[in-house]
């Protein structure tokens, strides 16, 4: 059996001392790849570097939602502009109204999803979106949603450029 984990964080410090040893033990288990996000910029440009040196590792680009910096978010969509041979998806985005509890950091969050599922579409990237309900949001749903006004959240879940890795 192949499996694919869709979602981890292979960047963490909690790797930096046995990653290798980690990833051969998966792959010894059967995984063929794992979708590996990043949160910030940093992050993004270690992950590259990680799927470089490790080729199970596939990588994805994002900004975690406790961001609330639309100039960090339009980086990251530079960002991954500039390297969209070499990402297989983008995240992690979503909406966390877990940890930012203010209703103006949500504005700011669905602002900056809104960016990265437009990018979404124009490089026909999937999302990978934080963990929790559907939309990637672990408060139930997008706040301008249940306005009836949210554009952010209709692509999310589909694919339909083939994985390249």
Not at 7 to 26: N, Y
Not at 43 to 71: I, M
Not at 87 to 107: A, C, Y
Request: hydrophobic share 40%; net charge negative; charged share 25%.
């Amino acid at each position: 059996m192949e499996l694919i984990d869709a979602h981890a964080h292979m960047s963490d410090r909690a790797f930096g001392t046995d990653l290798e040893t980690v990833l051969q033990a998966a792959a010894e288990a059967g995984v063929v790849g794992i979708v590996t996000v990043s949160e910030n910029l940093d992050d993004a440009r270690t992950v590259l570097e990680l799927a470089e040196r490790f080729p199970l590792l596939k990588p994805c680009a994002g900004l975690y939602p406790d961001v609330l910096d639309l100039e960090a978010a339009e980086a990251m969509v530079a960002f991954i502009r500039a390297h969209e041979d070499r990402v297989v998806g983008i995240g992690e985005v979503g909406l966390d109204h877990w940890v930012v509890k203010e209703t103006n950091g949500w504005e700011v969050q669905e602002q900056a999803l809104a960016k990265f599922v437009a990018l979404s579409e124009e490089l026909d990237l999937p999302l990978n979106s934080i963990p929790g309900l559907p939309g990637g949001t672990r408060s139930g749903s997008c706040g301008s949603m249940a306005r009836g006004k949210c554009s952010c959240t209709p692509s999310m879940g589909r694919r339909r450029r083939p994985w390249r890795g």
